[in-house]
């Protein structure tokens, strides 16, 4: 009002000044009149949008502001400290870090101390106004989430976490890929020692080949491989959507790889031939199959003709097109098997194994237990369950399996990979194996409902073809 009342003043006083001939005007008297409103719009306007943005940073502060405590003052916990700070429509302050490392207690990171260590997390949850725990150690094992989560849950704060050091492979920290704690999470081991020069060495502008590149498996190798330069990426799947997913997902990540998205089956041995004279792999990645243990018991045709006949198909026309490796991804119930799907695992193993014997080519296998997250695994299944309410259904009380993240996995079958000379049955580190029950528990658990009280927990009886414990030697 005042800006408007001064502009009003001065314009008028001139043009009665000129009107009684006091002053004489070197310019039209409309001039006066276009000088009035273009200073009411530069000084009003911009008196006006500095109002309004004050206006909006008191209702920031007024109240709003969220306090974050940070886990982890390494690298990923600097960057998440920073980006925060950056990022004021997020409305979370660091107000101080939790570390184990003794150099750090006391030092100051972007301004925000090391108040003290991880172990004493519930007491500073005590003292300090904490709306919300940051985990940014991208290593940290999944007992030191569990504990943390625990903690978190019991004074009823938000607790977030970065990824894990293989999701964070080719990507980087970033308070966009903060998420709430998951199964996965819990079930994190200490991360193994990689070699990416070995790794590099076979990958790296070759020609790629991976079939079942639809599958859990099969696109995570896909999105591994592409971070490594090959000088192709061949998609080959029997499903289209899913192969049309995975080479939509890369080609937006990797815009200058040539992918070659293949629609064939592996039992189509003419087919098979028709897509290595077209594209000449150098390395075969043979993920395609098979792999859920009730239905094969009752399609055991079907399983036979792909897990077993598909293997020969891709194993001998790699062979005879003189592919210098070729990766055949099994499992663990390709040991002493008791289940169609385990057998006709363990049938495919010995086709590769005796192709790597009898032309001395670099042909290997690599077995590992169950993937968390991959579809149709015990995790989705039970989510959807206690989505709906319960039961959640277990088989056995005393029903343990190994289980391993897809990311951890496929890293670890690249390294395997990347070692093999031709013949080797590698078998990736599971860890311990993990109660069925207990991952049940803990799937309730992260959904904010208590297990046996809100959820209830059924059990239906071990399936045919079904060991109580699997085993990962012979």
Sequence with gaps: IAVTTASVLTSGLMLLLIAFDLIKPGMPRSALGIDWLISLILIGGSRFALRILAEQNNNLSNGKT??????????????????????????????????????????????????????????????????????????????????????????????RIIPGIYELIGGKVSVN???????????????????????????????ILVTGAGGSIGSEICRQVARWNPSQLILLGHGENSIFESFMEIKEDFASLTIHPVIADVRDKNRIEEIFKTYQPEVVFHAAAHKHVPLMEINVEEAVTNNVLGTRNVVETASKHKVE????????????????MGATKRLAEMIVLDSAHKNHLAYS?????????????????????????GP???????????????????????????????????????GEQVRILDLAEDLIRLSGLEPHRDIEIQFTGVRSGEKLKEELFE
């Design 177 to 207: 890929r903060l998420r709430e704690v998951d199964i996965t999470d819990l079930l994190r081991r200490e991360p193994v020692k990689i070699d990416d020069q070995l790794i590099g060495s076979i990958l790296t502008n070759k020609r």
């Design 325 to 340: 490796r070729v990766v055949f991804i099994s499992t663990d119930k390709a040991v002493n098997p008791i289940s169609i």
């Design 66 to 159: 969220r306090h974050a405590l940070i886990l982890g003052a390494g690298d990923a916990g600097a960057l998440v400290v920073r980006e925060l700070q950056k990022s004021s429509q997020l409305n979370l302050v660091p107000i101080g870090f939790l570390d184990d490392d003794p150099a750090k207690q006391n030092h100051q990171i972007y301004g925000v101390s090391v108040i003290g260590k991880i172990e004493q997390l519930e007491k500073t949850l005590d003292t300090k106004q904490v709306d919300e725990v940051i985990i940014a150690i991208p290593s940290a094992p999944g007992r030191i989430i569990r504990l943390v989560n625990d903690v978190c849950r019991r004074k009823g704060i938000t607790s």
């Design 392 to 430: 959640v259904l277990v088989t056995h009380p005393d029903m343990q399996r190994y289980f391993m993240t897809i990311p951890e996995a496929v890293h670890l079958v690249l390294q395997a990979a990347s070692m093999g000379k031709g013949g080797e049955v590698f078998m990736l580190n599971m």
């Design 365 to 389: 296998v690599v077995r590992f237990g169950n993937v968390l997250g991959s579809r149709g695994s015990v995790v989705p299944i039970f989510k959807n369950q206690i989505a709906r309410g």
